[in-house]
């Protein structure tokens, strides 16, 4: 019989130990056991791009399937470079500026653990993704938090003031915002790249749902803003844009010396990314507005049937410019329950799995929303309504 090792009680990285499960994980995980419908994790009911799911399986047949670059080919540098020019006139250099990874996440560690070390301090916004704090402390930096709050998650100047020191070295910013599904204004963009300007920061900005606007909205980067091209690295995924959010394509864009820091910190995490995606990703790259207004148009489609169904039923909304999700307003709906303890019970009694937003707070969480998400089948939509209906009334 073997004995448990020592170390195995005691744990193992203590900054993982302290983690709990993430909320997706233990939601997705409840409604397959119940049978929920499920509006929890943030992923499209049907596959998206046929013709970039092709061009993938053609290239798995006819292409190397070997090791290719670390950075990544150039092919796909060139076509993120030539797709941010056209869609958001940004003029970036494939071969120096773009560094391919294994989906957004691995761009994320790869320019946290590239970029800082341990002691500096990281500006992050409250709610913030979930993967954002684990990979920060992972890096031995210090995170300081922006708290935004419902219903217009704005970023004012004290709130920045009061965040940056003179020890920050990064700002991990996100937008489109998950879960508030906000995009913001220029004006909370400016007052953000002033912040980084007069601190001399970079700022890592998460702009995997640039393509996901909506309402004739048009995503600017934080990139764009005076003073940021030297100081911003821009991370997107493919498997946003193509709602094929299982490939794990993603890049981050920066500058020559930044782009670097983040290749040396991919070359150990994972060192490349399939070749016959990238492949297809570089042909989907090539697409215009005949796939994304679409794209656009579909989602907007479902956020548009789920708030209506859910005004139906008495609930109140904030409003959806951006993202998967749509977010419920429970102390606005006459619902007497914190975020935690409806979506505990939505899920059990009533089958229908939602995201407690308060799971997206460190610290001193906002309580009063879930997150739902809509980019699903008209059916399940209907059924989710249904069920948060059935939900509602368990808390008279
Ligand atoms: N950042 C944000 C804000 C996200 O919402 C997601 C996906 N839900 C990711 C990063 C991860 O992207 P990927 O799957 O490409 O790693």
Redesign the pocket.
């Known amino acids: 019989m073997s004995t448990t090792p020592s170390q195995f009680k005691s744990g193992f990285n203590p900054v993982l130990a302290a983690q709990p499960r993430t909320i997706f994980d233990v939601m997705s995980t409840l409604a397959r056991e119940l049978g929920a419908v499920n509006l929890g994790q943030?992923f499209p009911d049907e596959d998206g791009a046929p013709d970039v799911r092709a061009a993938a399986a053609r290239s798995l047949m006819e292409d190397s399937n070997q090791y290719p670059p670390s950075p990544g080919l150039i092919e796909l540098r060139q076509a993120v470079a030539d797709h941010y020019a056209r869609f958001q006139a940004l003029e970036l250099d494939g071969p120096s500026e773009v560094v391919v990874t294994s989906?957004?996440?691995?761009a994320?560690a790869a320019a946290i653990l590239g970029l800082i070390a341990p002691g500096d301090e990281v500006v992050m916004f409250q709610p913030l993704?979930d993967?954002y704090l684990p990979l920060v402390r992972m890096a031995g930096a210090v995170p300081r938090f922006v708290r935004l709050e419902p219903p217009h998650w704005r970023i004012t100047p004290e709130a920045l003031a009061q965040a940056f020191t003179p020890k920050t070295k990064l700002v991990l910013f996100?937008n489109p915002l998950?879960p508030s599904a906000v995009v913001f204004p220029e004006e909370d963009l400016r007052l953000l790249a002033e912040a980084c300007v007069k601190h001399d920061v970079i700022a890592v900005c998460?702009e995997?749902?640039e393509h996901v606007v909506f309402d004739g909205r048009r995503h600017l980067p934080l990139m764009a803003l005076p003073g940021m091209r030297e100081r911003t690295v821009k991370i997107g995924?493919?498997?946003?844009i193509f709602s094929l959010?299982g490939w794990?394509?993603?890049w981050a864009c920066a500058v020559p010396p930044i782009a670097q820091a983040i290749a040396k910190a991919h070359a150990f995490l994972t060192f490349t990314t399939s070749p016959n995606l990238q492949r297809a990703v570089a042909y989907g790259l090539g697409k215009d507005d005949a796939y994304f207004a679409p794209m656009r148009q579909g989602f907007a489609r479902s956020r548009d049937r789920l708030e209506a169904g859910l005004k139906a039923e008495g609930f109140a909304v904030l409003p959806s410019q951006g993202?998967y999700f749509l977010l419920l307003d429970l102390k606005a709906s006459g619902i007497d329950a914190d975020d935690a303890t409806f979506a505990e019970r939505a899920v059990r009694e009533a089958g229908v799995a939602t995201i407690p937003v308060s799971a997206f707070y460190a610290e001193d969480a906002v309580t009063s929303v879930v997150r739902l998400c809509f980019s699903k089948k008209d059916s399940t939509i209907d059924a989710g309504i249904e069920r948060l209906a059935h939900a509602r009334k368990l808390f008279p």
């Open positions: 943030g989906g957004a996440t691995e994320l993704y993967a996100n998950n998460d995997v749902w995924s493919a498997g946003k959010t794990k394509v993603g993202t």
